[in-house]
């Protein structure tokens, strides 16, 4: 059977990019100055302009290419007041303190981002769906039962535990042991949502500059100059860095920490509503527990399966990836089998080691990067932040200030090549051993 179905003309193109808005003519020349210069015009950067701006400040925001073709339109569009890491894991590494406060931050974050999508009007599918993750082993959903406990214990968030018998009314699938469901948890469609921030960005007179890779900043006295590849220089009294997993240039500082790990996401040609139905009818957003970091959704016009996640920890071809995902697909939900794919793309998440954001400064640069894979919420809610710090406002006191992101040993020159022995392990081991477990309990099951 063909891979792709016959309409499927871009393979590589994002499938949000057929319903974005076209971006009007934009500069591709530095300005001679700013007080504030934003450097990345994803979610982060544009935030962050809009937040400085609304505080009086004159900005220019720079993209080394055209703005939002990174991650902001490349992503599945999920997001919630939960963080990445569990509490326990937090407090090890951040202390009981800055742990409790990121719990409780989360919220903040999610306010702000659904908040600024109804301040701005921006029409993007904004939908509180809810999100439920899904246990892969058995061991998995004791660990989540325990989670649901603690969560619940500590008030920082509206959680449930699906038990196993209780899945069919979430996703009719027979690979998952249970789950934990978050009601508050919500979706957006990726490329309108960043639509509507440049749409913003560009009504308060904020100057955005596209296809002008910043080469370099330097500091001279108290002012920064950026210089662009190109040549081009601008002065400006404050900087933030807001490039996350694309960064380039001469920022070898930011690129040791933050690596780009691509994520892989398939679509499929459109489905019956019958068949959308049966396959998924909570509706929710959905990720998994085991370390494919699957994750995959209904499209917001009710059409399709969008299904990501790790095809590779390496760049691959999007149809080698399409291959890779669709088996995966198709072990969740064996109807679709006989089903065709219209779109594969993937794009770079910013990881950083500690797999949580951090905002702050670096010798004078302000930033906030890190997401790893929390961006959509976190993104918009950070970068505003960053923007609150470079301009001496108080309103930029976060706790996600403690998160440091670290470098590693092994990753020195800012090209993550440890990911090739990464991919490897995961791929041969990690993924072998929890097949193996999964298959266990279905056996002691006799499912």
């Known amino acids: 059977m063909s891979l792709f179905s016959d309409a499927a003309e871009n393979i590589?193109?994002?499938?949000w990019w057929e319903q974005g808005a076209a971006l009007p003519d934009l500069p591709s020349t530095l300005p001679d100055s700013a007080e504030l210069l934003i450097v990345g015009a994803g979610y982060t950067g544009l935030s962050a302009a809009i937040a400085a701006s609304d505080a009086g400040i004159k900005v220019v925001v720079v993209d080394a290419g055209i703005p939002g073709k990174g991650a902001s339109t490349r992503n599945g569009g999920m997001f919630g007041p939960h963080p990445r890491l569990g509490f326990d894991t937090l407090a090890n590494?951040?202390?009981?303190?800055?742990?409790?406060?990121?719990?409780?931050?989360?919220?903040?974050?999610?306010?702000?981002?659904?908040?600024?999508?109804?301040?701005?009007?921006?029409?993007?599918?904004?939908?509180?769906c809810g999100r439920?993750?899904?246990?892969?082993?058995?061991?998995?959903?004791?660990?989540?039962?325990?989670?649901?406990?603690?969560?619940?214990?500590?008030?920082?968030?509206?959680?449930?535990?699906?038990?196993?018998?209780?899945l069919q009314s979430e996703i009719n699938s027979p690979c998952y042991f249970g789950g934990i469901r978050f009601p508050q948890h919500a979706s957006v469609h990726p490329r309108q949502f960043h639509d509507g921030l440049i749409a913003a960005v560009l009504k308060r007179g904020v100057t955005v500059v596209q296809n002008c890779p910043i080469e370099h900043i330097e500091k001279k006295d108290t002012r920064f100059i950026a210089t662009a590849t190109s040549g081009n220089q601008l002065v400006a009294e404050k900087t933030i860095m807001a490039t996350n997993g694309y960064t380039q240039g001469k920022f070898e500082w930011f690129a040791r920490r933050v690596f780009p790990l691509p994520s892989f996401i398939i679509a499929t040609e459109p489905l019956s509503s019958n068949l959308i139905k049966t396959l998924a009818p909570g509706r929710r957003m959905m990720v998994e527990t085991r370390a494919r970091h699957s994750y995959f959704r209904i499209s917001p016009d009710g059409s399709r399966i969008l299904f990501g996640g790790r095809a590779s920890m390496t760049p691959v071809k999007p149809v080698t990836a399409a291959k890779r995902m669709r088996e995966t697909m198709c072990q969740v939900w064996p109807e679709l089998e006989s089903v065709k794919l219209s779109h594969s793309w993937s794009g770079n998440t910013g990881y950083s080691f500690t797999h949580m954001p951090q905002v702050g400064t670096h010798e004078g640069l302000g930033y906030s990067m890190g997401y790893s894979g929390s961006g959509v919420v976190m993104a918009p809610y950070l970068g505003a932040k960053a923007a609150y710090q470079a301009i001496g406002d108080e309103r930029?006191?976060?706790?996600?200030?403690?998160?440091?992101?670290?470098?590693r040993w092994f990753h020195q020159n800012g090209k993550p090549h440890f990911l090739k022995a990464a991919n490897f392990w995961y791929k041969n081991v990690v993924d072998h051993l929890e097949t193996r477990a999964a298959n266990a309990g279905r056996r002691n099951n006799g499912s």
């Open 132 to 166: 439920i993750q899904l246990a892969w082993t058995k061991a998995h959903f004791e660990s989540q039962r325990k989670q649901v406990q603690q969560l619940k214990s500590i008030d920082y968030m509206d959680v449930e535990l699906v038990e196993k018998d209780e």
């Open 93 to 128: 590494k951040f202390g009981q303190s800055v742990a409790r406060d990121i719990f409780s931050e989360a919220q903040d974050a999610f306010d702000f981002t659904s908040g600024l999508i109804k301040k701005e009007d921006i029409a993007c599918h904004y939908d509180e």
């Open 396 to 407: 930029g006191l976060t706790a996600f200030t403690e998160s440091a992101i670290e470098s």
């Open 12 to 15: 590589g193109t994002p499938y």
